[in-house]
């Protein structure tokens, strides 16, 4: 079974990096959608950044773009997000989540987390101001 585990999160001033990863096992990856969703304490869970493993192809919210980069290690099975001039919205338990592309209708850009159907179980990233 899949199984999504993150690690690299922690606390950092605001301006500051940080570098997240997911260990994916369980499955061969090489043609799912994987993204990093985060929630913040008393918000609904967002969709930060996707990309779909076969193509490469990366999509980000608007939030932030130009500041996070998703990409993945095909050979480490492994998920990365790095995370750079990081401010003190950004503080939330960042999650990894994949979906497997079955069919032609799983190319559709999704963000809702009800898509996903495997998760892991959270890093904490907190940022100060």
């Known amino acids: 079974q899949v199984q999504l585990v993150e690690s690299g999160g922690g606390s950092v001033q605001a301006g500051g990096s940080l570098r997240l990863s997911c260990a994916a096992s369980?499955?061969?990856?090489?043609?799912?959608?994987m993204g990093w969703f985060r929630q913040a304490p008393g918000k609904e869970r967002e969709g930060v950044a996707l990309?779909?493993?076969?193509?490469?192809?990366?999509y980000y919210a608007d939030s932030v773009k130009g500041r996070f980069t998703i990409s993945q290690d095909n050979a480490k099975n492994t998920l990365y997000l790095q995370m750079n001039s990081l401010k003190p919205e950004d503080t939330a338990m960042y999650y990894c989540a994949a979906r497997p592309i079955r069919d032609y209708s799983d190319y559709a850009l999704k963000w809702g987390q009800a898509d996903f159907g495997y998760w892991g179980q959270g890093t904490q990233v907190t940022v100060s101001s």
């Open positions: 369980g499955s061969t990856f090489s043609n799912y959608c």
């Open positions: 990309i779909y493993t076969a193509s490469g192809n990366t």
